[in-house]
């Protein structure tokens, strides 16, 4: 408790005290579950914006989940590449799409045909899309928080995913997202709804 007394006295109350090697010990352990697969964890800096954390995560061969141009700023500070920078988020704005395309971003999951229509409007010819699909899959989570189910206005329904492609085959998507909601303590609505995921990239050949 000592250490926690000086920080009190040196930075006064409440203040905010992040263990660097728990982080990265953290961060080791969700990479050891991907060994043998080709992939890019992103940490979702909704979460924590602070830099210095972002950058110990970065360190760590980690990219970044940004919704924000906030959030996109603090990647930024703490060092992270714009290719190691996924764009989330539903409802993004023209003068946003200015702003990320600016700053270099490469990767964007897109949330639905409005959306794509304009990024089509802005010649984004060297972004990599991910479509955002709706599963239909009951989380099991609050309501408020689940994002998975039809009615809900997250994603593309997978039986409107082949219309989609087909309308905008000019563009460069090279896969698909899926987020169901927060805060699920069951395993079985994510094995379900990656099934469907990957059934539908087999289907239009992502990989």
Not at 36 to 51: C, D, H, I, Q, S
Not at 105 to 116: G, H, P
Not at 124 to 135: E, G, K, L, S
Request: glycine share 8%; proline share 4%; aromatic share 10%.
């Amino acid at each position: 408790m000592e250490i926690f007394e000086k920080i009190a006295e040196k930075f006064g109350t409440p203040t905010y005290v992040y263990f660097a090697d728990t982080i990265r010990e953290r961060a080791r352990k969700v990479l050891e579950v991907f060994e043998n697969l080709e992939v890019l964890p992103t940490f979702a800096v909704k979460a924590n914006g602070n830099p210095v954390l972002l950058g110990i995560l970065r360190d760590a061969g980690y990219g970044m989940d940004v919704v924000t141009p906030g959030e996109l700023i603090a990647s930024e500070l703490a060092g992270v590449s714009m290719n190691k920078i996924v764009w989330n988020g539903n409802g993004k704005t023209e003068e946003e799409m200015k702003f990320f395309l600016a700053k270099g971003v490469k990767m964007v999951n897109v949330d639905s045909f409005e959306e794509m229509e304009l990024w089509r409007k802005m010649k984004a010819c060297d972004i990599d899309f991910f479509i955002r699909v709706n599963p239909d899959v009951d989380p099991k989570t609050h309501p408020h928080i689940s994002t998975g189910l039809k009615k809900h206005k997250f994603g593309i329904p997978l039986n409107s995913l082949e219309d989609f492609l087909k309308k905008f085959s000019d563009m460069n998507v090279v896969g698909l997202h899926v987020h169901i909601g927060s805060q699920i303590t069951e395993v079985s609505p994510f094995v379900e709804a990656l099934s469907k995921v990957v059934e539908a990239s087999d289907k239009y050949g992502f990989k």
